[in-house]
């Protein structure tokens, strides 16, 4: 059983992981506007790695096995990360690998992890 406040602090990092994923994604579309053709780039990269999050890291994801999940979630971020440092974003690109480590860290927490395999 998990207590109100552990649950509370939980949703909270799982609400933060979702932000995660959305600041991934912007990035992805801020390194499009960078290239060209920017009208092409800015919405397709993040849409490819939607499709890629959806097919293999989301929790209910169709081939997400264990191996396959975390090599995708790394390997999105670590891109994001890339991207954004080659945009010219230096410095964003270095608060998100910090705020991406920290807030995934927490969600693999047992306690976290609880909540997630609940629903």
Known sequence: MIGP?????????????FVDEL?????????GWQHDP???????LPVVAMTVWFLFAS??????STPVREVAKVAVFALAVLALAD???ETWAVALLVFSVVVNGLALLPSIRILVERE
């Open 5 to 17: 406040v552990n649950a509370i602090f939980g949703w909270c990092v799982l609400a933060l992981v």
């Open 23 to 31: 600041l991934a994604m912007a990035a992805f579309g801020v390194w």
């Open 38 to 44: 920017r009208w092409l780039l800015v919405w397709l």
């Open 59 to 64: 929790p209910k994801a169709r081939y997400g």
């Open 87 to 89: 945009a010219g974003h």
